[in-house]
């Protein structure tokens, strides 16, 4: 159901973009353990790794690094996880960052309108290098909804904290419904219906990321430094 609450227009700053954005790593870090756990059961056991790498050498030049443009906060984690993770994780991650703010211009604020419109290119962006759909147990199961969620936030203009919200729980939706689903792609697709039951890492892995930027943004909001327009 679509919450029509806070339907104040809010933005971030370049700033609070990244700091976003460096609170999602960690908790991307932070669930390591749980990752591992999910794909030990169904894949090679890897992703959990994966994600701690791509997310620490993020952090080190989102921590090190003041952007004046929010471009090129999305490409700097990008190019981290393609860079130093390694296999088709890092590529559909990076994809998913890089393709994002790919051939856009200068964003200096963040609102619904431009969020949605860079988690859209996201997903035409890792469903042309991983070909997979919806229904296909991959982190498509969880962005696909997170990116139709936005889409019907910002036609319902709807703010920050109430579109991040849809987004999360449209993700969670998402990664409940791979646990029905058999695997398409990866090692997981040789185990047939045995993955049954079991949920996706990186769906998972998609809704730790709107979660937390759920999270972080109604943070904002409680201390009275998510910007109205």
Avoid at 8 to 20: A, F, G, K, P, R
Avoid at 215 to 226: D, P, R, T
């Amino acid at each position: 159901m679509t919450n029509k609450t806070n339907s104040t227009s809010n933005i971030l700053t370049v700033e609070q973009v990244n700091n976003m954005f460096i609170y999602v790593g960690e908790k991307v870090i932070e669930s390591k353990p749980l990752l591992t756990d999910i794909d030990c059961a169904i894949g090679d056991g890897d992703h959990g790794i994966g994600m701690e790498v791509g997310f620490k050498n993020a952090l080190e030049k989102l921590e090190a690094n003041n952007y004046d443009k929010i471009n090129d906060i999305f490409a700097e984690i990008g190019k981290a996880m393609i860079g130093n993770m390694g296999g088709a994780s890092g590529v559909l991650f990076g994809t998913l960052f890089l393709s994002g703010v790919k051939g856009q211009e200068k964003i200096e604020q963040l609102d619904v309108a431009t969020l949605s419109a860079i988690f859209q290119n996201s997903l035409l962006g890792v469903q042309a290098r991983g070909k997979a759909e919806v229904g296909d147990k991959t982190m498509i199961d969880a962005l696909s909804p997170a990116v139709n969620a936005l889409r019907e936030a910002n036609e319902n203009k709807l703010g920050l904290v109430a579109s991040l919200r849809n987004a999360s729980e449209a993700a969670k939706r998402g990664v409940e419904d791979t646990k029905v689903l058999v695997a398409k792609f990866g090692r997981a697709k040789s185990l047939g219906e045995r993955v049954i039951g079991h949920q996706d890492a990186g769906a998972t892995t998609i809704s730790i990321i709107f979660e937390s930027m759920q999270n972080y943004v109604e943070e904002l909001e409680k201390k009275g430094e998510l910007l109205n327009v």
